[in-house]
């Protein structure tokens, strides 16, 4: 999970270095291009078939998720082309609360009230990094938390289809549909492009499906919720690479309010492994 964490941020940091030259929707874009063309690499190396693949019963599900990592990944980018990279990365860490959020009417989850108090405790870390009214704020600031919102969608959807579909067939259908959603939205956006372009495009899309196999393969070998605190090690790669890149050095702002947002999702996990803990222990 640490690999693919790291992976993730490397794409993030190529991406940003071309906010100046392409749009966001366009990153995005090249970014599903490499990503299913190298999904397709790695299934003929398997002789897996494509048909077998793209077989599911819940191909309306498959659409969804993966428009919903579209949008996730297009905010996301959005907000990198006016704002550091920690400072998205930070509040793009609301994902997990906003998961909390939907999880009840989605899964019918019952939400303790541990749950709300870190969902208030991360949204005043979002605010404390955006700081509105303090004189830097900017619009975009709002873009990594509507990728966030995306970004829950993504989850709880994963989370029903695992259930039914094999690992190559939810990778297939995330790649092939990220490139035909994506597709359909560039076109309002399409910019000239050159060589390097596409060479950021497929070594970003190579990455990105690295990181993924790296998350499934940490999902088959460890549950989730031991898995789930290894996601805010994103914040330390981008922190550092922020520095490196772009000469970015973490606020205040942004040191207390990633923080927070990160003691907001480990007190989560603490007191839920402490209830996982207890039920064994009484054999419920």
Known sequence: MITAMFLISLVDSFCKVFTDELHAVQLVWGYFVGIFAALCLYFVFRRLGFRALAHTNRMGLHWFRSGCLVGSIMSLFVGLTYMPIADATAIGFMAPLF????????????????????????????????????????????????????????????????????????????????????????????????????????????????AHLCMVSAFRRAQASLIAPFNYTKLIF???????????????????????????????????????????????
Request: net charge neutral; charged share 10%; proline share 3%.
């Open 99 to 210: 998961i909390t959020i939907l999880s009840i009417p989605l899964l019918n989850e019952k939400v303790g009230t541990h749950r709300w108090i870190a969902v208030v405790a991360g949204l005043i870390g979002v605010v404390i990094i955006i700081r509105p009214g303090g004189g830097i704020w900017h619009w975009s600031s709002i873009m990594p938390l509507i990728g966030a919102v995306f970004f829950a969608f993504y989850q709880i959807t994963t989370r029903v289809i695992t259930s039914n579909d094999r690992t190559q067939t939810i990778l297939f259908h995330t790649g092939f549909g990220g490139v035909v959603w994506s597709s359909i939205i560039v076109l309002f956006f399409w910019n000239e492009t050159r060589t390097e372009h596409w060479i950021l495009f497929f070594g970003t899309g190579i990455l990105g499906a690295l």
């Open 238 to 284: 981008v922190g550092i690479l922020g520095f490196i890149m772009f000469e970015e050095v973490p606020t205040l702002n942004t040191l207390i309010g990633s923080a927070l947002i990160v003691f907001a999702g480990l007190f989560v996990y603490y007191q839920e492994s402490r209830t996982a803990n207890t039920n064994n222990q009484t054999g419920e």
